[in-house]
């Protein structure tokens, strides 16, 4: 069964530094999307994006944010400069239809 | 402001207990509903959704839940847990609006099956 892979599983980094998170949608799937789980706390949106545009995203994903879908394959959200509170699960979301989704394992994010 | 609530942080339950696991949601018109569940260590799954039809849904791993329009909600329901259902269990709506739609989830139950 097709189903959506992240990597790497887990990234540890410096406050201030880039980090980019990567997943692989499932490969007919057209609407990909980026949510965070903050530690305890619920899974939030982040992005969405469709025909290689960002379609929406949250108040969260701001300037130093970004997403990109380089090859056709591969999905990337980006964090410019990390901080303490970027700390979080990453999962990315694939859909066929923008209704039904399905997740990645996630990327464990922890910033010190 | 548009939500989901789910009612219960944490569930405790013997094994053969049966369940019911509260979701409300606070958006007018048409909404698809889902509940997702992640087992330890592992990542959120589908357990069942709801677009339209029979407000009685099954999914797997004998789990149902059922869409009550008039009471904004959809509870998730099992006859007889099993060490296996503990996991946390979240509640997620779309509001159907066309095209790239958010899930927006609720805080998640916590539930820990005791054999």
């Known amino acids: 069964e097709p189903e959506v892979t992240q990597t790497p599983s887990h990234q540890v980094t410096q406050m201030g530094q880039e980090v980019i998170l990567r997943c692989v949608p499932i490969?007919?799937?057209?609407?990909f999307y980026w949510y965070r789980q903050i530690l305890g706390q619920k899974v939030e949106f982040l992005v969405s994006?469709?025909?290689?545009?960002?379609?929406?995203k949250s108040e969260i994903f701001d300037d130093q944010f970004s997403v990109e879908r380089p090859d056709g394959s591969n999905f990337t959200l980006k964090i410019r400069s990390t901080k303490l509170e970027d700390s979080a699960m990453y999962f990315c979301a694939s859909s066929e239809n923008g209704n039904e989704q399905f997740f990645g394992p996630g990327t464990r994010l922890t910033v010190l | 402001a548009q939500s989901v609530s789910q009612h219960n942080h944490h569930v405790i339950l013997s094994e053969a207990a049966s369940l019911e696991l509260g979701c409300n949601y606070s958006?007018?018109?048409?909404?698809?509903l889902f509940w997702y569940v992640q087992y330890p260590g592992q990542h959120l799954q589908l357990l069942l959704k709801?677009?339209?039809?029979?407000?009685l849904v099954k999914g797997i791993k004998g789990f149902e839940a059922e869409f009550i329009k008039s009471k904004f909600s959809f509870n998730l329901r099992k006859p007889s847990v099993q060490w296996s259902d503990t996991a946390e269990y979240f509640c997620a709506v779309i509001r159907f609006s066309g095209g790239y739609n958010k899930l927006i989830f609720g805080a998640g139950t916590r539930l820990a099956v005791h054999p």
């Open positions: 490969s007919n799937h057209l609407y």
């Open positions: 994006f469709y025909n290689n545009e960002i379609s929406e």
């Open positions: 709801y677009f339209s039809g029979d407000p």
């Open positions: 958006y007018g018109g048409t909404v698809n």
